[in-house]
T-cell receptor, first 114, second 113 residues
Framework: GESVGLHLPTLSVQEGDNSIINCAYSNSASDYFIWYKQESGKGPQFIIDIRSNMDKRQGQRVTVLLNKTVKHLSLQIAATQPGDSAVYFCAENMANQAGTALIFGKGTTLSVSS | GAGVSQSPSNKVTEKGKDVELRCDPISGHTALYWYRQSLGQGLEFLIYFQGNSAPDKSGLPSDRFSAERTGGSVSTLTIQRTQQEDSAVYLC???????????FGQGTRLTVV
């Protein structure tokens, strides 16, 4: 079936660098996307979301970019900190259909070294 | 409570036994999701409830798995005749409606021995 996937399973950066985590989705009908952060032993935590009528959305130190033409989603983290070390998942949904579930990709493990 | 609550946090059971996992969603949330996460893996969708609509059960891996949601609030995931491959963290999430931010509980870690 269709699913959301991530380009790289791991990403290692230095503290202070900017991080970019990528995600490719295959369901062109998806119109709502979320990035989650999951720390060890915890449930996923919402970071930022974006709807398909936008191509960019900014939060605190994070930016999500959506390219519907190539079905690509990215999460940019500015000035990455050790506390950003976690597994990051993207998820997709068809928001205009209330009866659809969030589908997750496999995740990218971000490691931040001091 | 303020967030999604799951119980128990840990469950060890013998192969062949039935288990029930509970999820208390955020009050007023009409959408509720169950996922399974094996060690080091992503979130595998199991089942989705949205209001009074028929649940989306397309992710349930076998007929040993079932879930219900009573009164549009608390949900119970039941695994019958547990197998060792059922060992995983079972995560529940809720959202105010489909197509919006989903909030997760801390999960139930199930170990089948």
């Amino acid at each position: 079936g269709e699913s959301v996937g991530l380009h790289l399973p791991t990403l290692s950066v230095q503290e202070g660098d900017n991080s970019i985590i990528n995600c490719a989705y295959s369901n062109s009908a998806s119109d709502y996307f979320i990035w989650y952060k999951q720390e060890s032993g915890k449930g996923p935590q919402f970071i930022i979301d974006i709807r398909s009528n936008m191509d960019k959305r900014q939060g605190q130190r994070v930016t999500v970019l959506l390219n519907k033409t190539v079905k690509h989603l990215s999460l940019q983290i500015a000035a990455t900190q050790p506390g950003d070390s976690a597994v990051y998942f993207c998820a997709e949904n068809m928001a205009n259909q209330a009866g659809t579930a969030l589908i997750f990709g496999k995740g990218t493990t971000l490691s931040v070294s001091s | 409570g303020a967030g999604v609550s799951q119980s128990p946090s840990n469950k060890v059971t013998e192969k062949g036994k039935d288990v029930e996992l509970r999820c208390d969603p955020i009050s007023g949330h009409t959408a509720l999701y169950w996922y399974r996460q094996s060690l080091g893996q992503g979130l595998e969708f199991l089942i989705y409830f949205q209001g009074n609509s028929a649940p989306d059960k397309s992710g349930l891996p076998s007929d040993r798995f079932s879930a219900e949601r009573t009164g549009g609030s608390v949900s119970t995931l039941t695994i019958q005749r547990t197998q060792q491959e059922d060992s995983a963290v079972y995560l529940c999430a809720s959202s105010s409606r489909g197509g919006t931010e989903a909030f997760f509980g801390q999960g139930t870690r199930l170990t089948v021995v």
